[in-house]
């Protein structure tokens, strides 16, 4: 029987799980967009937040993007492309620049906001593991994160990641 | 004429697939729903959401910018 069949019949649903790692505005949104894309398709989504992207679960979000160690970052800029050199990120205000640059985009584009993307996710009942050897490590309380996140390892991600059709890390 | 219309034209993937999600849970089975759309990627997005999904794709057209779809709750 195809795949397809399969999945829409009454078996178990697909599944997928990733592994969020880094916690700037650009890349949040990956992970985010595939959870809640795969929940609209029925999946059975599962997040486990750790190191960077652990601060994607705080409460209030203040993500920023940077040019440093994005080297072929460009912006639209007067029909062309501006280059975004890793140099640009040492000078003052910069930063705060590529931020509002990436925040225009967004809006002009009409993509998302994380915020909303998030809300998306929890509403679609995507499980969300916060790591909490990470809480640990940089000392976050689980009163600065969002209501929800349950707390695990390495072993209830690797649990999670037996059980699913798609493991991604991001 | 389909039973329900939205809107989700100026949305960038995925909220045209996201919004279309909620709209057909409202739906009760075999009822349309019409989707339009300007996100270019969300004639191959449909698709795949209705194929993954079940739910039948019975028309996809293109009027300018604005791309509409109409789908039938059948999952």
């Given amino acids: 029987m195809p795949k397809r069949e399969k999945n829409m019949s009454n078996d178990k649903p697909k599944s997928m799980s990733i592994i969020v790692t880094k916690g700037s505005l650009d890349q949040a949104y ?6 809640t894309t795969a929940a609209a398709m029925g999946l059975d989504v599962t ?26 970052m460009e ?10 050199p890793n140099i640009m990120a040492a000078m003052p205000g910069a930063p705060a620049l590529t931020t509002k640059m ?17 809300e998306l996710a929890i509403e679609a009942d995507v499980r969300i593991i916060a790591c909490q050897m990470t809480l640990d490590l940089f ?12 707390l ?10 037996t059980q699913s059709d798609i493991n991604l890390f991001i | 004429m389909a039973d329900e219309t939205l809107d989700a034209k100026g949305l960038n993937c995925p909220l045209p697939i996201l919004r279309a999600k909620k709209a057909l849970n409202k739906l009760e089975a075999d009822k349309t729903l019409e989707i339009l759309a300007t996100d270019p990627g969300s004639v191959k997005d449909f698709e795949a959401f209705c194929r993954t999904t079940g739910n039948t794709l019975i028309e996809s ?6 791309y509409s779809f109409l789908i039938k709750k059948t999952s």
């Fill in chain 1, 30 to 35: 990956p992970p985010f967009i595939l959870a």
């Fill in chain 1, 47 to 72: 997040l486990f937040f750790t190191f960077y992207g652990l601060t994607l679960l705080k409460k209030k979000l203040d993500l920023k993007v940077t040019t440093l160690g994005n080297a072929s």
């Fill in chain 1, 75 to 84: 912006m639209p800029m007067m029909g062309g492309h501006m280059a975004m």
């Fill in chain 1, 102 to 118: 990436m925040k225009d985009l967004i809006k002009k584009n009409g993509v998302a906001s994380i915020d909303e993307l998030r």
């Fill in chain 1, 139 to 150: 000392d976050y309380k689980l009163e600065d994160l969002i209501d929800g996140p349950e």
């Fill in chain 1, 152 to 161: 695990g390892g390495a072993a209830t991600y690797i649990e999670v990641a």
């Fill in chain 2, 61 to 66: 057209n293109q009027d300018g910018d604005v």
